[in-house]
Nanobody
């Protein structure tokens, strides 16, 4: 059974940092694109960052480039999102999702953000950035 469990969310002041973790079980990350997606109240779901564990190719949304870093530990079957220089606009529920790689990492990230059917999803973790 595929399971994704997120952790590491919380409340942080503007300019601060958080590190999110996504532990995967029931499958190995090879041949999957796994990423982080967020949704704030009243806003559409956004693909924040995705990675392929096979070749480490990555995608970042323009809004987080230079501030967020995604990484994968294949031995632990875990994906991380290091978030620096956080601002209130980063406040959202962050979800981890994994889908079999069908195309480029960027295209997969967009596809998964638009339709939940392309991936398995975690329950989400709240990130709140205070000003």
């Amino acid at each position: 059974q595929v399971q994704l469990v997120e952790s590491g969310g919380g409340l942080v002041q503007s300019g601060g940092s958080l590190r999110l973790s996504c532990a995967a079980s029931g499958f190995t990350l090879a041949f999957y694109v796994i990423g982080w997606f967020r949704q704030a109240p009243g806003k559409e779901r956004e693909g924040v960052s995705c990675i392929s564990s096979t070749d480490n190719s990555t995608y970042y949304a323009d809004s987080v480039k230079g501030r967020f870093t995604i990484s994968v530990d294949n031995a632990k079957n875990t994906v991380y999102l290091q978030m620096n220089s956080l601002n209130p606009e980063d406040t959202a529920v962050y979800y981890c999702a994994a889908g079999r790689r069908l195309t480029t990492v960027q295209a997969m990230c967009v596809m998964i953000s638009r339709s939940r059917e392309f991936a398995s999803w975690g329950q989400g973790t709240q990130v709140t950035v205070s000003s």
